[in-house]
């Protein structure tokens, strides 16, 4: 395997792919490398999928991808014990081309996603790790691998390797990642017939909802949990960051298992048969943690750069657009026969003009006080529900004295001037 | 639907390899220096099993997430992906 390559693309997940398929489609000779047995064997994601970004790669790919539903109705479920507040927004044109986003198994979507890119002329190898960069000189040639006579070499080496990003990690790129840096989350599958989610979802055929959690479902650690709807199954899944877990000793299962059991969940999920169960880590550094990206002959891509919107659960489209960005930077350092740091960094640049760097930039606070200040999550989430049980419970209590009184208790835990700084804070974090 | 965490883990498909892929670096650190074993609660496949005196590493369970190897606080644990193709096998999401 001494053969040379355009490019070596490490890992086919959503960045990897689809910085091997653009690289292909320009006519670059590209090898994909998998570790698992099939692309998706090794990923794992709660279920969203952005036709956005998706787009820009495959046009009208939602005409022949392996996708479970088109999302028209975004819930949010703020828990408490025995009660939850809830908003959403439900729209019949997501349900219609173009559609906004959708519910994804992803071992039966990569898999589809990496044999397009095999289309378009780049080779595939799977079940093959890979254990480290072959550097130069200071230069990255190529990739060393777990094959006997296993190097390979190319002008440039795409590291789309996941949240654990072990090959940016020995290049010296970024430091081993941080418990607050990373997510632990775990779901299954849950299958249940079609016509019945159909009714408890209230959405008609291959209409689908998600469903945000926040709140009890956590424990109160910064997480989030989620329900969505593929075509006859559920996913459910929870996760916080790992020194969150850490911190409230939480067995991540039995986290599951409590959410499952939530007297507002399991109606929903009652019946539901588990197929299988998945734990993954979601890099939520935010923009603080974005390691070097680019070097002398390497681009860093999706996951493996932390490119996590954790706020809006945005990862497999910024996987997607930094993979594309890649592929773009590398056909025209092509055409120019440079592949140094220098004529690379124009994918460094051009990531942070991008949507993925302005919307890192805009939460660069938010995961950092949201861990530090735990009564975002531990307080008022219970509190929005005392207060709209208090004001919405017909008990001969007249309106104005129920308003002081909620008014009261959100401020009898933190004080008046607490909860303004929190609000100002939260504010903050977010705007 | 799957409850404890046998029943979750024999659900999922294990392509397990002959040789462990998780290392516990020095044995004497978990025994004398950590009182609080915490991989034995957060790992999410109970893959970290503390035997009175010594870890137990089922690394045949193990869904890759990565968590061991930056949860422990002695960063006492060699990590490296299963040998191509070895490992778990995800199947559906």
Known sequence: MSEKFDVIVVGAGPAGTSCAYTCAKNGLNVLLIERGEFPGAKNVMGGILYRKQMEEIIPEFWKEAPLERPVIEQRFWFLDKESMVTTSYKGLEWGKEPYNNFTVLRAKFDKWFAQKAVEQGATLINETVVTECIVEDGKVIGVRTDRPDGDVYADVVVLADGVNSLLAKKLGFHKEWKPDQVALTVMEVLKLPKKTINERFNVGENQGVSIEIFGDATKGALGTAFLYTNQDSLNIGVGTTLSGMIKKKMKPHKLLNELKEHPMVKPYIEGGETVEYLAHLIPEGGYKAIPKLVGDGVIVTGDAAQFVNAIHREGSNMAMSSGKIAAETIVRAKEVNDFSERTLDVYRTTIYDSFIGKDLKKYKDAAHTFEEHPQYFEQYVPLMNQAMNTFFTVDGTAKWDKQKKIMKSLTAGRGKLGVAKDLYRAWKAVK | ?93
């Open chain 2, 1 to 93: 639907m799957a409850v404890t965490i046998e029943e979750k883990q024999y659900l999922v498909r294990f392509n397990c390899d002959t040789k462990s892929h998780l290392e516990v670096k020095n044995h004497d650190v978990c025994a004398t220096k950590c009182p609080d074993k915490d991989c034995t609660i957060f790992c999410p496949a109970d893959v970290y099993k503390w035997e009175g005196d010594r870890m137990f590493v089922g690394y045949e369970g193990c869904h890759e997430c990565g968590s061991c190897r930056i949860g422990c606080p002695f960063e006492n644990i060699k990590w490296e992906y299963p040998k191509g193709g070895h490992g778990i096998v995800f199947r559906l999401a």
